[in-house]
């Protein structure tokens, strides 16, 4: 999906100008939240397993870059989702020991309803 937000102009890399291959910039994206890896630990590991030096304020840079190709897609998705129909639901706070008819139940603090609303935290 990334590639197809490529610009015209330089159709070989995702950002343009940069050093780095679109594999390196694609890794530290999905590293960084897929992976949960922080933006500096993920500078030290390409400096250990690649020997290749990059500070973090130049990963944040593809990050955000990466994000900005993104945008025509968020943009799209919102269109979507708010083009289609939905339900509003309502919510009822019942618990298993409610009885087939509908009760109306509201939270109570010490020992103060009988035992069954007590038991299940709610009171009648």
């Given at each position: 999906m990334l590639f197809r937000l490529i610009s015209v102009?330089?159709?070989g890399r995702l950002i343009e100008k940069c050093l780095a291959s679109n594999r390196i910039?694609?890794?530290?994206?999905?590293s960084k939240y897929c992976n949960h890896t922080p933006?500096?630990?993920q500078s030290l590991i390409l400096e250990r397993d690649i020997g290749l030096e990059v500070s973090r304020a130049k990963l944040d840079g593809w990050v955000l870059k990466v994000g900005?190709?993104?945008?025509?897609?968020?943009?799209?998705?919102?269109?979507?989702?708010?083009?289609?129909?939905?339900?509003?639901m309502?919510?009822?706070?019942?618990?298993?020991?409610?009885?087939?008819?509908?009760?109306?139940?509201e939270p109570?603090?010490?020992?103060?309803a009988?035992?069954?609303?007590?038991?299940?935290?709610?009171?009648?």
């Open positions: 102009s330089d159709p910039v694609i890794d530290t994206v999905i933006l500096c630990r900005e190709l993104l945008i025509p897609m968020v943009a799209a998705m919102r269109r979507e989702l708010m083009s289609g129909t939905y339900r509003r309502k919510l009822r706070s019942m618990c298993i020991c409610a009885k087939a008819e509908e009760r109306t139940t109570i603090c010490g020992s103060t009988d035992p069954e609303g007590a038991w299940c935290s709610t009171s009648v």
